[in-house]
């Protein structure tokens, strides 16, 4: 169903910095930062779903709470419908979060517990002069419904629903306030596979429904390929390639992503992939190493890129871009690339 | 569960305790050394006295009759006359000390929990601060002093050297405030560093998150969000503060000359005064259970997932 409109782009972050300080000493000085992400720059056109998938600890969830400004980010810009985000005050951004919303992965934790159901989705409505008064408990009953919640749940504590409503609820009061663009921060990590795969397609059915614009944050790559229409894959801080969802699956160019790959289990017992298994544990955010982030673990290390940080190097016409020194000069097949492991 | 069970349910859950208080209260006059009825028939009676006084306590009848006896009696409000002043010991602590020194508890818990949520939620919401160093460093003296000894250089500071307020006694608010800030200060305390360490685990919830993302300015996410889910653990404490400030009014009302229960404790110890100490113990034990029970009830009411069992 999907027709071509005017692609425009409704999200561009650039030169992202997010540099968490590191207190130490007797007068608690800044002695050094952890760099959970080290200059990213991507875009998101409106009404897609760009994913950004990555080991835990690799800066993902650090780039949607920095966009959202939950945490101030450290330098770079977040263009939002044409305004940078980060130049805003802060009456200003809270008037913006209308446009922007987040869906969190624990829906344990994401709803105060001290608040009814309705009570939750009342006080986004209230905040951002959604609907008038009179009119809100329909306007949450009709959120509720959309997402499949019974409206005689409505006055009820988050305590009294199960992880799948939960998120499902989570979801109403993202909704609520009709926003553009959502962040779905791990939004189905914590859930079991039945009930993942109901809340994905309620999201799905919801981008159409309500033209969204998704930014989906996930470790899975399952969930990321049934989502997505483009994947960032991230690595230590660092964008390491970047792909529509086919290139990425069927033709990964960078070493990582191979790797990541060749995790996911598969059923076809015709086709058997070598697995490639990474050696070593991911190096500490505080002090990464030099040159390409990734050299310490890649099977294809080099002496250049031990010295010298790749950029993002353009693969093909088509938006792929990777960065890996191999891939400099256009695409190759790294099944051909002699291993050093 | 609605809230009427629940108050019925915890109301019952108070019978095993109330009967273990009197047990023990009960045998504590039968367990220390010495014989009470040689005590109250006094120091020049003869043998025939004290078996005469015997009989007349009911000290010759089994235990559990004595136990029984003794809790009818003191359901009733009979819980014996005093040796020292031969008045009935409820009229002695119910005429005037009881309400002196529940008053100063009261007053002590009061500035407790202002100074010490204050100071928690400043702490909390300037993390690693100038303000928040300085503040746990007092509240960490605040818990180091002994209270006798805050009191009496409260008294040597303000009294004797400032001359703002009494030195001792009881009866206008100037006499309070020296007691209160005694009696309060380890409570406050305790309350700022548990507001402290519940807000900043709060804080750093996804839901404050939400919060945020729904455009809720910062003040209404620290008082509304934040700090009505990071009171659960602090209400605890206020309440054990409080049965813990009953034992410290005993020094307190000693430092500052304060007719109260901790004094008649004190005094009736020194004495061999057996039923006036039962009874004071008695009562100071059923207020503790009585506020703990209160506790509990707003524990309900403010985090509505409690559930008895």
């Known amino acids: 169903m999907s027709m071509t409109t005017t692609t425009k782009t409704l999200l561009e972050v650039k030169n992202l910095k997010q540099y968490f300080p590191i207190k130490g000493g007797l007068f608690g000085r800044t002695v050094n930062h952890v760099k959970a992400v080290d200059d990213i720059s991507f875009h998101v056109q409106e009404g897609e779903t760009v994913s950004i998938v990555g080991e835990s600890g690799c800066g993902k969830s650090t780039t949607g709470r920095a966009i959202l400004r939950l945490d101030n980010p450290y330098a770079g810009e977040v263009i939002f419908d044409g305004e940078n985000l980060l130049g805003l005050s802060k009456a200003e951004m809270r008037k913006k979060r209308q446009d922007l919303q987040i869906i969190f992965q624990d829906p344990y934790a994401s709803l105060n517990p001290r608040q009814t159901v309705s009570q939750i989705i009342e006080e986004a409505l209230q905040i951002q002069n959604i609907v008038p008064p009179k009119e809100r408990r329909k306007k949450i009953a009709d959120l509720l419904q959309t997402v499949g919640i019974g409206t005689h749940q409505m006055d009820r504590h988050p305590h009294e629903f199960s992880g799948g409503q939960r998120q499902r609820i989570g979801i109403a009061r993202a909704l609520s306030v009709n926003p553009k663009l959502i962040i779905c921060d791990e939004a189905v990590s914590a859930l079991d596979v039945s009930i993942q795969a109901q809340v994905l397609n309620l999201l799905k059915d919801l981008q159409r429904k309500f033209q969204l614009t998704y930014l989906f944050i996930s470790h899975d790559l399952g969930v990321v390929r049934h989502i997505s229409d483009r994947i960032i894959v991230m690595y230590l801080g660092k964008i390491v390639e970047i792909a529509d969802k086919k290139s990425l699956f069927e033709n990964p160019q960078h070493p990582y992503t191979i790797a990541l790959l060749s995790a996911i289990p598969s059923t076809n017992l015709e086709k058997k992939r070598e697995r490639i298994i990474l050696k070593g544990d991911v190096p500490s955010p505080i002090d990464p190493p030099q040159g390409c982030r990734f050299h310490t673990r890649c099977p294809f290390a080099f002496d250049r890129c031990r010295a010298e940080q790749p950029g993002l190097y353009k693969v093909d016409g088509e938006g792929h871009q990777s960065a890996c020194h191999l891939v400099e000069n256009g695409q190759i097949d790294f099944s051909k690339v002699p291993s050093n492991h | ?309």
């Open chain 2, 1 to 309: 569960m609605n809230m009427f069970v629940f108050i019925l349910r915890r109301l019952f859950q108070t019978i095993p305790v109330m009967i273990g208080v009197t047990l023990a209260v009960f045998l504590m006059m039968h367990l220390i050394p010495g014989d009470a009825a040689k005590i109250m028939a006094g120091e020049n009676a003869n043998p025939d006295q004290i078996e005469q006084m015997r009989e007349n306590l009911g000290l010759n009848d089994p235990l559990h009759i004595q136990y029984l006896r003794f809790v009818t009696n003191a359901v009733q409000g009979d819980l014996g006359n005093s040796i020292r002043t031969s008045r009935p010991v409820t009229e002695e602590i119910f005429s005037s000390r009881f309400a002196i020194t529940v008053q100063l508890a009261l007053i002590g818990t009061a500035a407790a929990v202002l100074l010490g949520l204050v100071a928690g939620i400043i702490s909390a919401t300037r993390k690693y601060s100038a303000a928040d160093v300085g503040i746990m460093l007092v509240a960490l003296l605040g818990l180091s002093l002994p209270n006798f000894w805050l009191g009496i250089m409260l008294i040597y500071l303000f009294s004797v050297n400032l001359g703002w307020l009494p030195v001792a006694g009881w009866g206008t608010w100037e006499h309070m405030i020296l007691p209160a800030i005694t009696l309060g200060t380890g409570g406050a305390a305790i309350i700022a560093r548990m507001t402290r360490s519940s807000m900043l685990e709060v804080l750093n919830q996804d839901f404050i998150r939400t919060a945020y993302a729904k455009g809720v300015s910062d003040k209404v996410v620290i008082y509304k969000h934040a700090l009505r889910n990071a009171l659960i653990p602090v209400v605890t404490v206020v309440g054990l503060q409080f049965g813990g400030l009953l034992g410290g009014a005993v020094i307190t009302e000693t430092v500052f000359a304060i007719n109260g229960l901790g004094r008649l404790i004190i005094d009736s110890i020194r004495a061999h005064d057996f039923p006036m100490v039962q009874g004071t113990i008695l009562v100071c034990a059923v207020l503790f259970v009585l506020v703990n029970f209160l506790v509990d009830i707003t524990y309900r009411l403010i985090n509505k997932r409690i559930d008895l069992n």
